[in-house]
């Protein structure tokens, strides 16, 4: 399992567009460290006149808002946000929906039929209206809009986990497991588990990508992230601009948006070509 993933990230690398697109989200991580460091610049800080338009001065690349404030800063601040949300959400989602579609697709049965009907219960109502209640619930903040994020996103992950487990509980190699003595744990984690990682490990960047989209328009709603350290809020506040003819918040917010979903887009993607044994 090892070498093939050795052999999978070679792969991965040598590609032009994969490889640029991990450097990007590396630059990002980076800028999430350095923001859960505090080596960020403050955000809050006067570093010009009021919306003075984008100068090749670091504090003013992206111009400054009605404050006086960094562009470029809030920026940086809100890819922190992004990063955090999206690693965190993923951490959750990854392992929950992972052990539930191990457990619908070895035991069947009862424990399929309320799997699926839990899953079933959570797709039935749209994404956007749960994640809203549940985050409206708990209030705002990171840790609530990670939580109300996971609650939808372990879905995917459960069915596409699942679906896999039922083609390889019975092959030759689970079957000779069994003979052998081995228990339904050993079987679930040690032997079917490698086989059927590839897909979590996939899906793992559409459920981060999915975070981000979410965190940015439930921020954007007014029921996110509220100390200006979010993408959602420098839309928002941008959108207003613009009918002063003020675009440079949006276009930098926009970008830095952009880079990221399209990175994780092309690296998902080449992560499927490389890891899933049926492509190629």
Request: proline residues 3%; glycine residues 12%.
């Given at each position: ?69 960094s562009v470029f800063y809030r920026v940086l ?44 219960v959570v797709v039935s109502i749209p994404d ?153």
């Amino acid at each position: 399992m090892a070498g093939a993933a050795t052999d999978a990230w070679l792969s991965l690398w040598r590609r032009p567009a994969p490889r640029v697109c991990l450097c990007l989200l590396g630059i990002y991580a980076l800028i999430a460290l350095a923001g859960w460091a505090h080596a960020l610049p403050d955000i809050d800080a006067s570093v010009g006149g009021s919306q003075d338009a984008p100068s090749w001065h670091w504090a003013t690349l992206l111009g400054t808002d009605v404050l006086g404030r960094s562009v470029f800063y809030r920026v940086l601040a809100g890819a922190q946000t992004a990063v955090t949300i999206g690693f965190v959400t993923t951490v959750l989602v990854i392992p929950f929906g992972t052990a539930l579609g191990l457990a619908a697709g070895y035991f069947g049965g009862r424990v399929d039929a309320f799997i699926t009907w839990l899953y079933s219960v959570v797709v039935s109502i749209p994404d956007i209206l749960l994640i809203t209640a549940i985050s409206y619930t708990l209030g705002k903040g990171i840790a609530s809009m990670c939580f109300a994020i996971a609650a939808t996103s372990w879905v995917g992950v459960m069915r596409l986990v699942r679906g896999e487990v039922l083609k390889h509980k019975g092959r030759e190699y689970v079957l000779a497991a069994r003979s052998l003595g081995a228990g339904s744990g050993r079987i679930m984690f040690v032997e079917i588990l490698p086989n059927v990682l590839h897909v979590a490990i996939v899906v793992s960047s559409l459920v981060l990508l999915g975070a981000v989209k979410f965190e940015v328009i439930l921020t954007y709603l007014g029921l996110g992230i509220q100390d200006g350290a979010s993408w959602g809020l420098l839309i928002a506040g941008a959108s207003q601009d613009l009918t002063n003819g003020i675009w440079w918040p949006l276009a930098g917010t926009v970008a830095a948006m952009f880079v990221m979903i399209y990175s994780l887009g092309v690296v998902g993607d080449a992560l499927r070509d490389a890891l899933d044994p049926k492509v190629g």
